[in-house]
C-alpha cells in the first residue's frame, strides 16, 4: 500500500519495479521492415503505459506446436518491459495491460 515510509518522517510514496515478459509469434515470411513496424508499436505502447523496453531478442523461426493458419512455423519475438508504479497502481496498471491486450485485435493470419 502506497503511503509514508515507516520511520522516514516524509511522506514518500514507494516505489515498486515490475518486469513483465512478452513473448509473440508472426508469420514466418513476414519481412524485417514489418517486425521493426510492430516493435516500434509495442515500445511506443509501452512507454505511454509510463514502461520501458529493456530488452529484444528475436528467437529466429520456430516450430509451431501445431498449426495455426495453415503456418507451421513462426517466427518468435521475445522482450522484457519493466515498468515503475506505486504499489496500488501496480494492480490497476496490470488489469489495464490485461483490458489492453483484450481490446487489440490484430491482422490475422489467413
Known amino acids: ?3 509514508p515510509v515507516p520511520g522516514s518522517g516524509r511522506n514518500e510514496v514507494i516505489m515498486e519495479e515490475r518486469l513483465y ?3 509473440f509469434i508472426v508469420r ?3 519481412p524485417e521492415e514489418e ?3 510492430i516493435l516500434t508499436v509495442i515500445e511506443h505502447t509501452c512507454a505511454e503505459k509510463g514502461g520501458k523496453i529493456e530488452k529484444t531478442e528475436n528467437w529466429g523461426t520456430r516450430k509451431l506446436a501445431y498449426r495455426v493458419a495453415k503456418h ?3 517466427i ?3 522482450q522484457e518491459i519493466s515498468y515503475h508504479a506505486r504499489r496500488a497502481d501496480c ?3 496490470a ?3 490485461r483490458a489492453d491486450k483484450r481490446d487489440q485485435v490484430s491482422e490475422p493470419c489467413g
Open 1 to 3: 500500500m502506497p503511503g
Open 21 to 23: 515478459d512478452l513473448v
Open 28 to 30: 514466418p515470411a513476414t
Open 35 to 37: 517486425i521493426k513496424k
Open 72 to 74: 507451421r512455423e513462426g
Open 76 to 78: 518468435y519475438i521475445h
Open 91 to 93: 494492480r490497476a496498471g
Open 95 to 97: 488489469a489495464a495491460a
